[in-house]
């Protein structure tokens, strides 16, 4: 058998997640553009998914999403830009800045996190409340195994 097509047919955890984030992107940034935000992109989200209301620190959302510093500086440059925040002294070390979303920001993220909840919600009756809650509480599991470790343990992986 192709390695393609075992692909496709047994997908490994990297392209099940990947087709999972790749997808759920596309169904979000399309819903939060037909509600008046079209100028985001899947990008953006390294900013807004994890962006509080009071304001983050770039070097939080960096951490958090798992991106480079640099790379979230870019990205809030263009945020600044289209509206969605703004940089303001951080009043518990005014040599730090804090990311603080505008009203347009507050908008997107309270659109965003409904729409999440609607996805959500539709997958678990789709494939029952409590499949959709062990799958989560799983796939939850795994993440937080592959990030903090960075690898997997192949002392504690079944033979071959």
């Given at each position: 058998?192709?390695?393609s097509?075992?692909?496709?047919?047994?997908?490994?955890?990297?392209?099940?997640?990947?087709?999972?984030?790749?997808?759920?992107?596309?169904e979000?940034f399309?819903?939060?553009?037909?509600?008046?935000?079209?100028?985001?992109?899947?990008?953006?989200g390294?900013?807004?998914?994890?962006?509080d209301?009071?304001?983050?620190?770039?070097?939080?959302?960096?951490?958090?999403?798992?991106?480079?510093?640099q790379?979230?500086?870019?990205?809030?440059?263009?945020?600044?830009?289209?509206?969605?925040?703004?940089?303001?002294?951080?009043?518990?070390?005014?040599?730090?800045?804090?990311?603080?979303?505008?009203?347009?920001?507050?908008?997107?993220?309270?659109?965003?996190?409904?729409?999440?909840?609607?996805?959500?919600?539709?997958?678990?009756?789709?494939?029952?409340?409590?499949?959709?809650?062990d799958?989560?509480?799983?796939?939850?599991?795994?993440?937080e195994?592959?990030?903090?470790t960075?690898?997997?343990?192949?002392?504690?992986?079944?033979?071959k």
């Open positions: 058998m192709r390695r097509q075992r692909k496709q047919e047994e997908p490994d955890l990297g392209i099940l997640s990947s087709r999972t984030l790749f997808g759920l992107q596309r979000l399309k819903r939060l553009s037909e509600q008046g935000h079209s100028q985001l992109r899947p990008r953006h390294a900013v807004m998914a994890y962006l209301e009071e304001g983050s620190r770039a070097t939080d959302l960096a951490a958090q999403s798992g991106q480079h510093k790379v979230i500086g870019t990205l809030v440059d263009e945020l600044v830009e289209l509206g969605y925040v703004e940089r303001q002294p951080d009043p518990a070390d005014r040599r730090a800045k804090l990311i603080v979303p505008t009203e347009k920001g507050r908008d997107q993220m309270a659109k965003s996190d409904a729409v999440l909840v609607e996805m959500e919600a539709a997958h678990a009756r789709a494939v029952g409340e409590q499949a959709y809650a799958f989560k509480r799983v796939f939850k599991l795994i993440v195994r592959q990030t903090t960075g690898q997997t343990d192949s002392s504690t992986a079944p033979p």
